[in-house]
């Protein structure tokens, strides 16, 4: 298996890559490598290559996976340390919903709409029923 690596450079945030992503997730705390980090650099890259052009879609990829290996954690109460895991899942499934409704609404928008490119004569008319035999 190969390493898995955490890595993570503000620098590089106006580039749509794998630093980004990161940023726009909120998967930054990258030093305490899979302790504090949810996806590695190479599960980010794996969704940024299988939709190179679809910035938006990758992303949903992402958060999807997120919310799907959460899901599983419980919230536990150990003395006076409470942790609120189902909380973080449900943040990332909460994230995935309003983005797949985005992505989903951009997908149905009619290529050349507004531009007059594909315009057809009404379906419906005023005057459609007149019979013209009997000028009526």
Known sequence: MADRTYTYDTAKLKDFG??????????????GGSDTTALTDEEIQAALDTYPKAWKRAKLMLLESLYRRFAYEVDTKTGPLTLSLQERAKTW???????KKEVSAESCSVPGFGNGAHIKPPYFYTGMHRNERTNS
């Not at 980004?20 to 998967?27: H, I, K, V």
Request: proline letters at 0%; aromatic letters at 10%; a negative charge.
């Open 18 to 31: 794998k630093d980004r992503m990161r940023f726009e997730l909120g998967d930054t705390m990258v030093d």
């Open 93 to 99: 499934r909460d994230d995935y919903m309003a983005l």
